[in-house]
């Protein structure tokens, strides 16, 4: 059985860190490349950040560039997302998923930052 579960959401206030992690489990972890997505209220989801199988190269939204980043442990079948200097406009729920011939999605982990 597939299951990506996310975890580390939470309440931050303006410009502190949170860092997001998604175990995965039932497929080949290390084959697939790694995404993090959000959906902001009434907002569509979109893509944050990505990272390829090996980790060897990763890929942000415009909007996220310098303060997030993606990173992997394929011994443990994790992926992260390390958030910094968060705005109020990151508030979303955040979704971990896997791509490869199969598209698998997490459940989410809400992130709010608000003082």
């Known amino acids: 059985q597939v299951q990506l579960v996310e975890s580390g959401g939470g309440l931050v206030q303006p410009g502190g860190s949170l860092r997001l992690s998604c175990v995965a489990s039932?497929?080949?972890?290390?084959?697939?490349?790694m995404s993090w997505y959000r959906q902001a209220p009434g907002k569509e989801r979109e893509l944050v950040a990505v990272?390829?199988?090996?980790?060897?190269?990763?890929n942000y939204a415009d909007s996220v560039k310098g303060r997030f980043s993606i990173s992997r442990d394929n011994a443990e079948n994790t992926v992260y997302l390390q958030m910094n200097s968060l705005k109020p406009e990151d508030t979303a729920v955040y979704y971990c998923?896997?791509?490869?011939?199969?598209?698998?999605w997490g459940q989410g982990t809400q992130v709010t930052v608000s003082s």
């Open positions: 039932g497929f080949t972890f290390s084959s697939y490349v």
């Open positions: 998923c896997a791509t490869r011939l199969s598209i698998y």
């Open positions: 990272i390829t199988s090996t980790g060897s190269s990763t």
